[in-house]
């Protein structure tokens, strides 16, 4: 069984730059979750996808943009970015989006850093 | 106010003490709890969920859920360096998308 997986690792962009995250979703999972997660604090619900459809969003402005493939894999975009973007990005997956169904397996994470 | 408040530590224990690591929170339509633990540069680790009030073990590790009291806990017997990480509580409403709210994190070390 292979795990989820993101990329790149690392990322260095500047303010105002567009940057685009990646992630393989574990095998047989068909929904994506993204979170923030600040140094020092615990991680933040941007949104989800389900089947290629968005299922749900936090507070997140909407240069946050995401897509999910027939693969079920998934990135991350964010427009127009600002050194608060800077964080680790993780992302999540899971099967369903029943509690029963659903329990979120996290990869590593992409730590992204702007300048 | 924060949904889910944690406090982030430092915590420092002895190898083989019990460890107590706690959150609150303000929301009472969450119904699921979870604890992660996430070492240093890695993802979180889905280490135990709970629904709704009552404890459960696995292992070295229990934990409880105190709906009336919005008050959940994740206890950690014989601590060993390996249990070294941040400890993250997380819960969701269990309905819907899955989003699941975060405390902090707490930092926890075990010395030999």
């Known amino acids: 069984e292979t795990g989820v997986t993101q990329s790149p690792t690392h990322l260095i962009k500047t303010r105002g730059q567009q940057v685009t995250l990646r992630c393989s979703s574990q095998s047989g999972h068909n929904t994506v979750s993204w979170y923030q997660q600040a140094l020092g604090q615990g991680p933040q619900f941007i949104f989800q996808y389900y089947r290629e459809e968005e299922n749900g969003r936090g507070n997140f402005p909407p240069r946050f943009s995401g897509l999910q493939f027939p693969n079920y894999s998934s990135e991350l975009n964010v427009n127009a970015l600002e050194l608060d973007d800077s964080a680790l990005y993780l992302c999540?997956?899971?099967?369903?989006?029943?509690?029963?169904?659903?329990?979120?397996?996290f990869g590593p994470g992409t730590r992204l850093t702007v300048l | 106010q924060k949904e889910v408040e944690q406090d982030p530590g430092p915590l420092s224990v002895p190898e083989g003490a019990i460890v107590s690591l706690n959150c609150t929170y303000s929301?009472?339509?969450?119904?699921?709890f979870m604890w992660y633990r996430q070492y240093s540069r890695k993802g979180p680790e889905l280490l135990m969920y709970?629904?709704?009030?009552g404890n459960k073990e696995d292992g070295r590790f229990t934990a409880q859920v105190d709906k009336s009291s919005k008050y959940i806990s994740l206890f950690i017997r014989d601590s060993q360096p390996s249990d070294s990480a941040t400890y993250l509580c997380?819960?969701?409403?269990?309905?819907?998308?899955?989003?699941?709210?975060f405390g902090q994190g707490t930092r926890l070390t075990i010395n030999p």
């Open positions: 999540a997956s899971s099967f369903g989006t029943s509690w029963n169904t659903g329990t979120q397996y």
């Open positions: 709970t629904y709704s009030s």
């Open positions: 997380a819960m969701s409403k269990g309905q819907g998308a899955q989003k699941l709210v």
């Open positions: 929301n009472s339509a969450f119904q699921y």
